[in-house]
């Protein structure tokens, strides 16, 4: 897999290229129904590198799912600049995947209609696109599924299709936030290991947003711990662990891994009652 | 003392082979079960339906002024058979089956498009809701002679008053299921870059199927009360033409026979909705 993503990766440019995602002081506030403002993200930046696995992890209700829903262009920011690639974009950013904890699976298509919906939006050619789509379902070990429908896969296969669906679309960028937190431990380990192994392969660019610290550190390269409300940066941590980065499983086994947990844990503030 | 010492474990072994090990049910056997307690329902429906009768028969049978006014299953029956054999019960089933397939036809056509077509503006739907429930409180029988004086006394304004029952229903259901689709599901879709017609087409339009369904099951009926309203105000056959008359003329069995005629008219117009349905929506049968 390590030879193959060797290969693979494109020669990188002689001027380095604009990182595919750079945050700039971006705050975001909502307004209440009664008229107050809750100020949900006060100032926060930060900058995706090309290849580069970063999670973000913060107290409950800090404001992560708005931070997500800003950056993919269905919230617009207060303040601050995003720049996608060098460059500000009104509205979507081209080539960017999205995932949820829920599998957001249309229930009238099967696992390969839903697959194919981002190739099918775009306008591939039907047979094209569905070669593709049945290529990305084997890959995350969907064989035999594709003609299935939704309510008779189990969660964690439906959660492949989700990633399936996101990854067919060859984005530069995945946006992830909490999507495999409602599955069981094993099916867990298994889709994060696939999902490591398939972005660092591409060499993608991934931000995921999750509560699991132990998540957190076992795939990221760099960890961002966020404050309270209203959501600034409190610290960073870069995880060099020295493993297999490919291997999300063994990470969990090296030295410095429980340290690394520890000490997010102390940062995040867990206020025991 | 003894006696009982004697007596535990004899009864515990009998126990046992009287309740044996769980043993696993075979899909045959589960199969089996199921046919069996849909067969007990069928059965108790049969038995329920029978004794009514039977009841009714009795009741009017002891007393001719009660027969008169309540008519008799037998009686119902008599008038059954012999519009059959005329032909009369063809023709006006046939009739009012038109009026209301079209009714149903045009109305719910009519309803579901302006229905979904509303989600593409908040601000259309917001300025048409106040008609919308106007129109929807107007009882169609008031409409009634200014449909006749508009459209004539023939199929035109049966199909007119059996679209107009329906279309509001399909409307307002219709609309209901395209605005209750799942915010983040339409955010997915734009992340995926899809257009607003994209999105009506591809998530808004089939996640609405069943909503859609559930008027069309509901509107059925209205059709066809419809229709069989504007038999009454003005018209020279179908059920709604033959249950006026013999109303008129105070042949009550006559007037239940083509009752009759109406209930399996809604059952069978039910039924082929159901089965479109299943058709339609082959997602939801692997549900179960």
Redesign the interface.
């Known amino acids: 897999m390590i030879e193959t993503s060797l290969k693979t990766q494109t020669g990188t440019g002689v001027a380095a290229p604009a990182p595919p995602l750079v945050v700039e002081h971006v705050a975001k506030s909502y307004e209440l129904d009664g008229g107050g403002i809750v100020p949900v993200i006060g100032d926060l930046s930060l900058t995706l590198r090309e290849g580069e696995i970063v999670s973000i992890v913060g107290p409950s209700g800090c404001g992560k799912t708005t931070l997500l829903?800003t950056l993919?262009?269905?919230l617009a920011p207060d303040a601050g600049r995003i720049r996608w690639h060098g460059r500000e974009v009104a509205g979507?950013p081209?080539n960017?995947?999205?995932m949820?904890q829920?599998d957001?699976l249309?229930?009238?298509?099967t696992a390969l209609g839903n697959t194919m919906?981002?190739l099918?939006?775009?306008g591939m050619p039907w047979a094209q696109a569905e070669d593709r789509c049945r290529a990305m379902l084997d890959q995350l070990g969907l064989h035999g599924f594709a003609d299935h429908?939704?309510?008779?896969l189990s969660g964690g296969m439906r959660q492949r299709v989700a990633l399936a669906r996101t990854l067919v679309?060859e984005p530069d960028v995945l946006l992830l936030d909490e999507p495999f937190a409602a599955l069981d431990f094993q099916s867990k380990l298994l889709i994060e290991n696939d999902t490591v192994g398939l972005v660092r392969q591409g060499r993608r660019s991934l931000l995921l947003i999750t509560h699991d610290i132990e998540e957190a550190v076992s795939l990221a390269d760099r960890v961002i711990v966020l404050s309270k409300r209203p959501t600034q940066i409190k610290a960073v941590y870069d995880i060099a662990l020295g493993a297999d980065r490919h291997d999300v499983i063994s990470v969990r086994q090296a030295p410095g891994f429980s340290d690394h947990v520890r000490s997010i844990w102390a940062d995040l503030d867990v206020v025991l009652q | 003392m003894t006696a009982d010492v004697d007596a535990a474990p004899a009864s515990s072994a009998a126990a046992q082979t009287t309740i044996g090990p769980a043993r696993p049910m075979t899909s045959q056997g589960r199969r089996w079960l199921r046919l069996r307690s849909t067969l007990a329902v069928l059965v108790t429906q049969l038995v329920v339906l029978a004794g009514f009768l039977a009841f009714w028969e009795f009741m009017t049978g002891q007393n001719k002024a009660a027969a008169f006014m309540f008519g008799s299953p037998s009686a119902i029956f008599k008038f059954l058979s012999q519009m059959v054999y005329d032909g009369s019960l063809w023709r006006d089933t046939s009739v009012t089956g038109l009026e209301t397939l079209l009714g149903f036809f045009v109305g719910n056509c009519i309803g579901t498009l302006i229905g979904l077509s509303l989600w593409y503006s908040r601000f259309v739907s917001r300025v048409v809701e106040p008609f919308v429930i106007a129109l929807g409180s107007i009882p169609i029988i008031a409409l009634a002679p200014i449909i006749i004086i508009w459209f004539g006394t023939g199929l035109i304004s049966k199909v007119a008053m059996s679209t107009l029952s329906v279309v509001i229903v399909a409307l307002v259901t219709s609309y209901k299921g395209a605005t209750g689709v799942?915010p983040?599901?339409i955010?997915?879709?734009?992340?995926?870059?899809?257009s607003k017609f994209?999105i009506f087409r591809?998530?808004v339009v089939?996640?609405s199927?069943a909503d859609i369904f559930a008027g069309l099951k509901l509107t059925v009926g209205f059709a066809l009360i419809g229709a069989i309203v504007g038999e009454f105000m003005s018209s020279s056959e179908g059920l709604g033409h033959a249950i006026f008359k013999a109303g008129s003329l105070y042949i009550i069995p006559k007037v239940f026979a083509a009752l009759v005629a109406t209930i399996a008219l809604a059952l069978l117009l039910t039924f082929a909705v159901g089965k479109i349905e299943q058709l339609l929506?082959?997602?939801r049968r692997?549900?179960r």
Request: hydrophobic residues 35%; positive net charge.
């Open positions: 829903n993919c262009g269905l979507q081209q960017v995947g999205y949820l829920k957001l249309l229930p009238w298509r919906l981002g099918e939006i775009r429908y939704p309510t008779t679309n | 799942d983040d599901q955010n997915l879709l734009r992340t995926l870059g899809a994209q591809k998530l089939p996640a199927l929506m082959p997602w692997q549900q």
